[in-house]
């Protein structure tokens, strides 16, 4: 197997932006084909593997195509042949890409796919919100958040390991927030090139086209006499993956001291009033946290890592003392509850657990949150816990301009 030319030592401190960061865990995993069609803002992540590869930096294949449908295409047909592959979107170029995620999936192809998050049109819009991430969450990948370039880095490698894992074989997807984290210089902690290479492993084929000593088809069709089957088996094998995600995330620490957990949190051992969120949201809620706490209200945060497949009995162990759950979607739902929303309160249902669960829309298409707004947030969650009672809606939308959306009444009011 290949190895990587440019070498980086453990003591390497380098600034990268989420992008940057992104094309150099897919070159220090030898990808042997990335397949890709630009979109903002995502563009810097093919564009530097872009510049590895031209410099001789990599031994792969550097593939532009013509959409981002063919995009992944590209990656399937490489996948399925035994080539390790990889990619990056965003918001319309997910929408273009979304028939093949769910072929990817289907034929169990460990894909790696750095999504940068980014609002959906119309009206068009190319800063960040969660409306991709969300759009891929019934596709059958695996799904993980990032919220700093150096946590980007870290989990597209974790993601080869993963998704090639024999227990697992499912193409699995690292998402960012559009330019707080893909365009944000930070310092980033790279592994060596050879700790890097090490950790994630040489490919495993598993059925490759390629290998004509074990002929197999890809793609395809079944009908109703087994389809339900191959559905239930690809579902249990995403179910299962919990194991090897952990264990992989164990393996990581190991090897760069960073941990890393399925579902991360701040303060929660004691909390009465949590916010659940994801990204760079989860950085923000902490300050506030903080300084909730100062005030005498016992804060906290809970963000899912892994937001597929669902932590339905983590996110009920976390959350069992909570009085009150605050769930922020930056995703618009569509006439319905955010999908963090459903998560926690369908984890919840079936449960002795009755905190007050509340949905707040927020930050779509770039818009800021803040300390201030965060904070503000907790302090009307504390209001309800003691009065006992939601204030008469559960969704509320947060810092929209014109009169105030809250939807979905409580009983009673």
């Known amino acids: 197997m290949y190895r990587n030319k440019r070498k980086m030592d453990l003591n390497t401190v380098e600034v990268w932006d989420g992008n940057v960061a992104n094309s150099h865990a897919l070159r220090q995993a030898s990808v042997d084909v990335v397949s890709a069609y630009p979109i903002t803002p995502s563009t810097g992540t093919v564009e530097s593997y872009a510049s590895h590869n031209a410099n001789g930096y990599v031994d792969g294949e550097m593939i532009m195509t013509e959409s981002e449908h063919a995009a992944m295409s590209g990656c399937i047909g490489a996948s399925a042949a035994g080539a390790r592959s990889a990619t990056a979107t965003s918001s319309q170029g997910l929408a273009l890409m979304v028939e093949t995620l769910y072929q990817a999936s289907g034929m169990r192809l460990p894909i790696v796919l750095c999504m940068i998050n980014r609002a959906l049109a119309a ?41 090639e894992h024999l227990d697992v074989r499912l193409p699995v997807i690292v998402n960012q927030d559009g330019f707080l984290t893909s365009h944000k210089a930070q310092n980033v902690r790279p592994l060596s090139d050879d700790a890097a290479y090490d950790f994630v492993g040489d490919y495993q084929e598993v059925n490759s086209m390629l290998n004509f000593d074990k002929p197999v088809t890809h793609g395809v069709q079944t009908e109703s006499d087994w ?105 618009a739902p569509g006439g319905q509850t955010g999908l963090l929303y459903n998560d926690i309160a369908g984890s919840l249902y079936n449960t002795p657990y009755r905190p007050l669960v509340s949905n707040k829309i927020y930050g779509l298409g770039g818009r800021d949150i803040n300390v201030q707004n965060i904070s503000d947030i907790y302090k009307k969650a504390q209001a309800e816990v003691e009065a006992g009672q939601l204030d008469g809606t559960i969704q509320e939308w947060i810092g929209v301009r014109g009169p105030e959306l809250k939807y979905y009444n409580v009983e009673g009011k």
């Open 227 to 331: 389809h339900f089957e191959h559905k239930a088996k690809q579902n249990d094998a995403m179910m299962k993956s919990v194991s090897v995600i952990e264990d992989v995330f164990a393996d990581f620490e190991k090897v760069s001291g960073r941990k890393y957990n399925m579902i991360e949190t701040h303060k929660i051992e004691d909390a009465e009033v949590v916010i659940v969120c994801m990204g760079t949201t989860y950085q923000t809620a902490q300050v506030a946290c903080d300084n909730m706490r100062k005030e005498g209200i016992k804060a906290g945060v809970l963000m899912p890592r892994v937001f597929r497949p669902t932590q339905m009995n983590k996110l009920v162990e976390k959350l069992k003392n909570a009085k009150a759950v605050v769930c922020m979607d930056r995703s």
């Open 123 to 163: 009206p068009l819009n190319v800063n960040g919100d969660h409306s991709d991430m969300y759009l891929a969450n019934q596709s059958g990948w695996i799904s993980i958040d990032a919220c700093t370039p150096e946590e980007s880095y870290d989990l597209v490698l974790c993601a080869f390991r993963i998704g």
